[in-house]
């Protein structure tokens, strides 16, 4: 991601800071819609999905999930934000043919969250916050087909009235690369949470961009918002681009129309859409088939009670207790599926070579398949067992390898392989040193090179003799051999 790091870029009359800022759109997991009792199952036949409410039917009521408010408060505790026990539904105007009300249901001036906090995580290993400003529910609006005819354009409602928070960020982020690292980390948090399932290529994750340049120190400069990015890549190219052209713009003594953009993802350019609507346009009013929204604090308070341990509290946790470098432990907290199965690999083991194993065979052997931790190529008992082998010097970590390798293969445990094998480790010193008295009496040459003080031999020797045993010479064993053989 280096390419995505630099926070300046230096134009022909000096230096310019990006000042980037979020708007993610987050699809809640709930069995039914916001204001409906409709299904949200991703990937269903057109239209199968749309109850009266969905179609905006002259007369249908909305009524409140209460899920999809549990889902937003667990949400903001998540980002240790301000929870409103009070807030309002508004009517945001406008047309869409995908929106069968002409309103979307959103909230505005009082949403159900306040102000919070993500903590980044940066290569370099600096941490960084970055303020959210609010997060609100609001329904998602329908899908225009527009590939299924060569004249018309379908229209699937499935989505429509779909519970979505809108989780805006301050403008706190100063390169693609902390945009990048923002939108992982959140992503990391819905998921825990299970409020969210973050899958960007689905659509229920979807980000507008806030980009603008200044002087660096100087005030923000107008800004541009490119519009319902799907990936975290695209977001990254489309700040790198959109800051380049403000610059090049501003450089050339022009000024930035405030206005939203899209960014299309084959040429990597980002064009106009439309001049940038303000808030009035919308003509924004509470929606009166709805009752602000109320729920009391102890209700809070027992929702926080349902929060799973979060990554940065399990980060913490894995350096602190475990003993982890930072690295490592923020790796295995990424996914929590990939903690769980760390953490079962680590029960009652050295808990660094567990790490080593995890991110190093096992994570190589997971992309090689099918890349989904609930379904891993060895499981976490049989590379705990591994583990074992190990540590109690049944086998040498080079022997592991190669018994790791016919775990994935076979299914088998290490024990069994070990065994059917023939690999385990060889100690004994007597047959060591038989060996030991071999090879060096069939490189007499290098024995006396060595000792005319070609030190670095010393490392030949110890590869002859693993190779005669086919690694299964206890490393150790034989160095201390070779030493007393050579320079005793
Ligand atoms: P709107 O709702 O009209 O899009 P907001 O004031 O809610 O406007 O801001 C939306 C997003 O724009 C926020 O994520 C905010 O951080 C970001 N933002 C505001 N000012 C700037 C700026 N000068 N440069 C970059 N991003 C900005
Ligand atoms: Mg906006």
Request: net charge negative; charged share 25%.
């Amino acid at each position: 991601m280096n390419d995505f790091a630099s926070r300046i870029i230096q134009g022909a009359t000096g230096d310019w800071e990006m000042v980037i800022g979020l708007e993610v759109h987050a699809q809640v997991i709930s069995n039914a819609k916001l204001f409906s009792g409709a299904a949200t199952a991703f990937g269903a036949e057109p239209n199968s999905q749309v109850s009266l409410v969905d179609a905006a039917m002259p007369g249908m009521l909305p009524v409140i999930n209460e899920k999809c408010v549990e889902q937003a408060v667990r949400t903001g505790l998540g980002l240790k934000a301000r929870i409103n026990t009070f807030s309002v539904f508004d009517r945001k105007n406008y047309f869409y043919p995908d929106l069968p009300q002409g309103y979307q249901i959103s909230q505005y001036l009082q949403p159900v969250v306040g102000e919070g906090i993500i903590t980044i995580d940066l290569p370099d290993g600096e941490s960084r916050e970055i303020g959210i400003t609010r997060l609100h529910l609001e329904q998602d609006a329908g899908k225009s087909l527009h590939d299924q005819d060569p004249n018309s354009t379908y229209i699937d409602l499935n989505r429509s009235g779909v519970a979505l928070m809108e989780i805006v960020s301050e403008p706190d982020m100063r390169s693609p690369e902390e945009a990048g690292a923002y939108l992982r980390k959140l992503r990391t948090i819905l998921r825990y949470l299970g409020t969210c399932d973050g899958n960007m290529e689905e659509g229920s994750m979807r980000a507008d961009v806030n980009v603008s340049v200044r002087r660096p120190g100087e005030e923000f400069g107008t800004r541009c918002e490119i519009k319902n990015v799907n990936s975290i890549r695209f977001v990254q190219q489309a700040i790198v681009y959109e800051a380049q052209r403000q610059v090049d713009i501003l450089e050339e003594g022009g000024s930035i129309d405030q206005e939203t953009r899209l960014f299309d993802a084959n040429t990597g350019v980002t064009r106009s859409m439309r001049s940038k609507e303000e808030a009035h346009d919308y003509r924004y009013f509470p929606d009166p088939d709805l009752l602000p929204l109320t729920f009391t604090q102890e209700w809070v308070d027992s929702l926080m009670d349902t929060l799973p341990e979060l990554p940065d509290a399990k980060k913490q946790r894995f350096i602190d207790d475990l003993g982890l470098p930072a690295y490592d432990a923020g790796v295995l907290v990424a996914e929590k599926e990939t903690a769980d199965f760390y953490e079962q690999v680590a029960e009652g083991r050295d808990a660094k070579i567990a790490a080593n194993w995890v991110m190093g065979e096992f994570f190589s052997a997971l992309n090689a398949s099918s890349g989904d931790i609930t379904q891993p190529p060895v499981s976490a008992g049989n590379l705990g067992g591994l583990i074992d082998l190990i540590t109690d010097g049944t086998i040498s970590g080079r022997i592991a390898k190669q018994v790791f390798e016919a775990m994935v293969e076979s299914g088998k445990d290490a024990g069994t392989i070990v065994e059917e094998k023939g690999l385990k480790q060889v100690s004994d010193t007597g047959a060591i040193e038989a060996q030991v008295d071999e090879i060096l009496a069939a490189n007499g040459d290098k024995v006396e090179e060595y000792r005319g003080g070609k030190d670095k031999l010393f490392g030949f020797f110890v590869g002859q003799v693993m190779k005669a045993t086919q690694g299964k010479a206890n490393p150790k064993v034989v160095n201390e051999i070779l030493r007393k053989k050579l320079d005793g």
